[in-house]
């Protein structure tokens, strides 16, 4: 995880497993944990999440003019099993936090601010690269973070969240860039993680790509979307991608439109057009009886 971290520029910074008593109550999912004899209230309470020393380590950066930050950390949060607090657990986590522009500005390409796409990308690669792809995310909510949060489930697990610091707290920080944070369950990646490595042969017969345009309500994620697409695309559907968004005047106001790029292939013979066109229209059906989508002509 750290070399390919570092392959998409972060920094891993190491934090304090001891932080003040306020923090660990902003960011507790469980009961927190705190020193009978601390040595001074900043250091009175075990930490129950990583992002309150990484923003601690963001807001000491942007005070030195250093904005542009992606960092990353590997550690043990500590909470008690139960209201009772007789039995503690610890649990590794892998925290990110991203803010600021994407790069430098050169001649190149343009400057830009980060996204929270950028982060979620981010994950997906990281996840990728790990061959964990078998996960899914649906939108929640944290107390932490504003409306634009993605909790990711695996096997009815859960990995960890995405989302953006809430602006309640980037103000305590005096913080005014979004700052886009993420924190992953080590243990549930351990375990899915594929050890296995396979040889993929390169296709010998023509891939066959189709666009498929629909207009959907706009409360319904594009996860369960490309959910269905693949669930309803057949064996020679190789892959899905979302390459345009519009939300605006020309379509009903609780509507979104979408379109994906199909791609078909298979590894023993030349796909017919016909074949493909069987597929999207079952993919088309299954979006129109369980999305209630329609096809945008």
């Known amino acids: 995880?750290?070399?390919?971290?570092?392959?998409?520029?972060?920094?891993?910074?190491?934090?304090?497993?001891?932080?003040?008593?306020?923090?660990?109550?902003?960011?507790?999912?469980?009961?927190?944990?705190?020193?009978?004899?601390?040595?001074?209230?900043?250091?009175?309470?075990?930490?129950?999440?990583?992002?309150?020393?990484?923003?601690?380590?963001?807001?000491?950066?942007?005070?030195?003019?250093?904005?542009?930050?992606?960092?990353?950390?590997?550690?043990?949060?500590?909470?008690?099993?139960?209201?009772?607090?007789?039995?503690?657990?610890?649990?590794?986590?892998?925290?990110?936090?991203?803010?600021?522009?994407?790069?430098?500005?050169?001649?190149?390409?343009?400057?830009?601010?980060?996204?929270?796409?950028?982060?979620?990308?981010?994950?997906?690669?990281?996840?990728?690269?790990?061959?964990?792809?078998?996960?899914?995310?649906?939108?929640?909510?944290?107390?932490?973070?504003?409306d634009r949060t993605l909790e990711l489930l695996i096997d009815g697990k859960n990995l960890g969240y995405i989302g953006v610091l809430s602006s309640e707290i980037s103000n305590v920080l005096d913080i005014e860039d979004d700052i886009f944070i993420a924190e992953l369950d080590c243990q549930i990646i351990f375990e899915k993680y594929n050890w296995d490595k396979k040889i993929q042969q390169i296709p010998k017969f023509p891939a066959i790509r189709r666009d498929l345009s629909i207009l959907i309500d706009q409360q319904i994620p594009v996860g369960k979307i490309e959910q269905v697409i693949w669930q309803s695309g057949g064996k020679f559907l190789k892959s899905v991608t979302l390459f345009d968004f519009y939300k605006g005047k020309q379509i009903a106001q609780y509507q979104k439109s979408l379109a994906f790029s199909l791609t078909f292939y298979s590894l023993e013979k030349t796909l017919t057009e016909k074949e493909v066109d069987l597929d999207v229209e079952v993919i088309i059906q299954r979006l129109k009886s369980k999305l209630n989508a329609q096809l945008r002509v």
């Open 1 to 146: 995880m750290r070399d390919i971290l570092f392959g998409m520029g972060y920094n891993e910074v190491l934090t304090h497993s001891l932080i003040n008593h306020n923090w660990a109550e902003k960011f507790a999912d469980y009961p927190f944990i705190q020193l009978r004899n601390p040595i001074s209230e900043d250091l009175g309470t075990l930490r129950t999440s990583l992002i309150p020393g990484l923003l601690q380590v963001v807001k000491w950066n942007i005070n030195r003019y250093l904005n542009d930050q992606k960092l990353f950390e590997i550690g043990n949060i500590f909470f008690w099993l139960n209201k009772d607090h007789n039995s503690h657990h610890e649990k590794q986590k892998i925290s990110l936090v991203r803010t600021g522009n994407t790069g430098y500005k050169n001649w190149l390409e343009q400057q830009r601010s980060s996204t929270f796409y950028d982060l979620k990308g981010d994950i997906l690669s990281l996840l990728d690269k790990l061959k964990i792809n078998n996960f899914h995310y649906k939108q929640s909510s944290l107390k932490f973070l504003d």
